[in-house]
T-cell receptor, first 115, second 114 residues
Framework: DAGVIQSPRHEVTEMGQEVTLRCKPI?????LFWYRQTMMRGLELLIY????????DSGMPEDRFSAKMPNASFSTLKIQPSEPRDSAVYFC?????????????FGPGTRLTVL | AQSVTQPDIHITVSEGASLELRCNYS??????LFWYVQSPGQGLQLLLK??????LVQGIKGFEAEFKRSQSSFNLRKPSVHWSDAAEYFC????????????FGKGTRLSVIA
């Protein structure tokens, strides 16, 4: 298995531009998580899907952030408009089964820089 | 709700020395406990996990962790550190309800010197 795939690996954009991050979970996994990692805040859970349905989006910082999971093999995290404070590494992770006790498999992350 | 604290932001050890990374959790019932490792430029990888039973858990790469209910701790240990162990280490706690996402600590960065 290829593992969790994220694209792009690096993204540099200017303030105000739209940014779309992509994630392909491991085949057969039924839950998907989006995290943001910064030096100041550490690893933050943004949103989590179960069977393609958003279960908890309380971590999404504001309306500029949105996430979708149109099918079991693809998810996007969109920031519109982007701001410099959105600069971070964004991780996608997937699991098979329930979230509390099953191993999360993380992708390599997308490093976003907003100028 | 559960929470987890990693008191040490950064630890430096000499290669070959022993290592202990601290993790304290808060949860009313028996938690599910995890340690993940993040190498530079990569995502997190599971080292080990505790659900129940033997309180000393063995993981990959020669790591082990001990669950101590009385101290609400789940410290990670390794008897002899290798230079390749330099990474960021995250403790995480899961709640018993089954479908509640893990709560991660802020991580401890490990540096290894010769």
């Amino acid at each position: 298995d290829a593992g969790v795939i994220q694209s792009p690996r690096h993204e540099v954009t200017e303030m105000g531009q739209e940014v779309t991050l992509r994630c392909k979970p491991i085949s057969g996994h039924n839950s998907l998580f989006w995290y943001r990692q910064t030096m100041m805040r550490g690893l933050e859970l943004l949103i989590y899907f179960n069977n393609n349905v958003p279960i908890d989006d309380s971590g999404m910082p504001e309306d500029r952030f949105s996430a979708k999971m149109p099918n079991a093999s693809f998810s996007t995290l969109k920031i519109q408009p982007s701001e410099p404070r959105d600069s971070a590494v964004y991780f996608c992770a997937s699991i098979l089964g329930l979230a509390s006790y099953n191993e999360q498999f993380f992708g390599p992350g997308t490093r976003l820089t907003v100028l | 709700a559960q929470s987890v604290t990693q008191p040490d932001i950064h630890i430096t050890v000499s290669e070959g020395a022993s290592l202990e990374l601290r993790c304290n959790y808060s949860y009313g019932a028996t938690p599910y406990l995890f340690w993940y490792v993040q190498s530079p430029g990569q995502g997190l990888q599971l080292l080990l996990k505790y659900f129940s039973g033997d309180t000393l858990v063995q993981g990959i790469k020669g790591f082990e962790a001990e669950f101590k209910r009385s101290q609400s701790s789940f410290n990670l240990r390794k008897p002899s550190v290798h230079w390749s162990d330099a990474a960021e280490y995250f403790c995480a706690v899961g709640a018993g309800s089954g479908n509640t996402p893990l709560v991660f600590g802020k991580g401890t960065r490990l540096s290894v010197i010769a």
